[in-house]
């Protein structure tokens, strides 16, 4: 059973960090495309970050770039998103999802995003 467990999750004040860890098993991430997604109250879900296992090519949203890096172990199967300076307005739930690539380059992060972990709360606030 293909299994993503995201953590990490916790309050913060501003200006903070976390690290954020999604670990995956029953698969293994191999030429996947794993993507952090987060999602506020009465808002959209926004992609974040994507890495790509096969390569390790990334892609950040123009909206965290400067603050978050996304980094993975194959040997632990595990994605990693280092979130640094945190807002107030980075408060939301945080997923992570693996899928198989259509495209990633540092622009562009598009994948069949079909496993996806349950959320880590996100709160900052001082």
């Known amino acids: 059973e293909v299994q993503l467990q995201a953590s990490g999750g916790g309050a913060v004040q501003p200006g903070g960090s976390l690290r954020l860890s999604c670990a995956a098993s029953?698969?293994?991430?191999?030429?996947?495309?794993i993507g952090w997604f987060r999602q506020a109250p009465g808002k959209e879900r926004e992609g974040l970050s994507c890495?790509?296992?096969?390569?390790?090519?990334?892609y950040y949203a123009d909206s965290v770039k400067g603050r978050f890096t996304i980094s993975g172990d194959n040997a632990t199967n595990t994605v990693y998103l280092q979130i640094n300076s945190l807002k107030p307005e980075d408060t939301a739930v945080y997923y992570c999802?693996?899928?198989?690539?259509?495209?990633?380059?540092?622009?562009?992060?598009?994948?069949?995003?079909?496993?996806w972990g349950k959320g880590t709360q996100v709160t900052v606030s001082s």
């Open positions: 999802a693996a899928g198989t690539i259509v495209l990633l380059t540092h622009r562009v992060c598009a994948a069949e995003f079909r496993s």
């Open positions: 890495v790509s296992s096969a390569d390790g090519t990334t």
């Open positions: 029953g698969f293994t991430l191999d030429n996947h495309a």
